[in-house]
Structure formats: C-alpha cells, structure tokens
T-cell receptor, first 117, second 110 residues
C-alpha cells in the first residue's frame, strides 16, 4: 500500500511555544490530507482537511488560528500547534487517500505524540 | 453526520480462537468502510477496505463483510495469534472523510 510518513514521532515542548508536525506522502501525490487528534483511550477525531494550494477546512470546534495547516505541495502537509498548552497534549495523526488501490483507501502516518509541559 | 459504533470495547480470547468484531454505522449512504489496526502509541495500519458496492473483502486470515441495509460491518480473524493483540478500528467514509468508531481492544492469550 501507499506510504505516509509523519515526523516527528514524539515531541515535548514548553507551554507557549509552537510545534510543527510534517506529513508526507512518499510514493503518491495527495491533493488532500487529513489531520486527526486522538486522546487516550478515545477514537480519532477529525480536526481539519488539508487541501493542496488552498486553505484548510476545519471541523467545528477546532481553532484555525491555533492549529495552522499548510499544504504547499502534493506530497507535504504541515500542522503547526501555536502557543501550545498542556491541554493540547495528544496524539496527532495525518492521513492521505490514494486512488490507485482499487478504491479510495486512506493511509495513515505513524502519528506524533505531543506533550506540552 | 456518520456515527460509528464498535462492540465490544474489549475482547480477550485464547490463542487459536476465531475473533468476531462488530461495527455499526448510522448513514447507509456510506462511500466505503475501512478496518484498521492500531498498536499502542502507534499509527494506523489499513487492514481491509470495502467499497460501497462490495459485500466483503478477504486478506489472509482476515475477512470483513459489509451490509449497508442494516448499517453493519463485521471483521473476522481466523485462528487468532498473540500477535493479533491490538486495537481494531472501523471507519466509515462519506466524502473522503472518515468517521471512526472507538475501537475494540483485542488480547489474544498464549
């Protein structure tokens, strides 16, 4: 299957600082990528849809000024958590869909564990 | 909005037993249904994708069925092994967005 790479896998930052997470599609082009957040023992919640060359679409309740998304190329989307606070500590995971596998299948990155101290 | 429910939340079985994981969804106008595996602290691994026009998919010991009329999908894992221990998530897609269930955490005892 298609490969999505996410970096870093873990990051610890101080409260008030910003953190950037990268999501890359390694062997296919992705015009659309998705960013999810997962709290402990809970399922994935979609945060936003990242569209190449245009503004991201945010889900209800997600602050677009806090979670900045940039999708500048067909293989890279970035999520920047600005002025991070302890409540932003979570597991962030991206996905991209690939149409070349008999259907539109979603492939996920390895996830990023963010801890804000 | 698509709501996805998975039952049971946790399952523990002895090695060799077959596993049956259930997933239900509210919107029958589903684009596709995808099953994932997630190991602790890790990302998601796609297991099976069922298109809306399909009724089932098979890969090795895994078989997933889809019944749109009843809003249900079932993942069968034959002859379970300790390495199958993980959380299994199902997700329903509408417009390329996926709505996830809370998952079933499986423990296979050696």
């Amino acid at each position: 299957g298609a490969v999505v790479s996410q970096h870093p896998s873990r990051v610890i930052c101080k409260s008030g600082t910003s953190v950037k997470i990268e999501c890359r599609s390694l062997d296919f082009q992705a015009t659309t990528m998705f960013w999810y957040r997962q709290f402990p023992k809970q399922s994935l919640m979609l945060m936003a849809t990242s569209n190449e060359g245009s503004k991201a679409t945010y889900e209800q309740g997600v602050e677009k000024d806090k979670f900045l998304i940039n999708h500048a190329s067909l293989t890279l989307s970035t999520l920047t958590v600005t002025s991070a606070h302890p409540e932003d500590s979570s597991f962030y995971i991206c996905s991209a869909t690939s149409p070349g596998t008999g259907g539109t299948e979603a492939f996920f990155g390895q996830g990023t564990r963010l801890t804000v101290v | 909005k698509q709501e996805v429910t998975q039952i049971p939340a946790a399952l523990s079985v002895p090695e060799g037993e077959n596993l049956v994981l259930n997933c239900s969804f509210t919107d029958s106008a589903i684009y596709n249904l995808q099953w994932f595996r997630q190991d602790p602290g890790k990302g998601l691994t796609s297991l099976l994708l069922i298109q809306s026009s399909q009724r089932e998919q098979t890969s090795g010991r895994l078989n997933a069925s889809l019944d749109k009329s009843s809003g249900r999908s079932t993942l069968y894992i034959a002859a379970s092994q300790p390495g199958d221990s993980a959380t299994y998530l199902c997700a329903g897609g509408g417009d390329y967005k996926l709505s996830f269930g809370a998952g079933t955490t499986v423990t296979v005892r050696a």
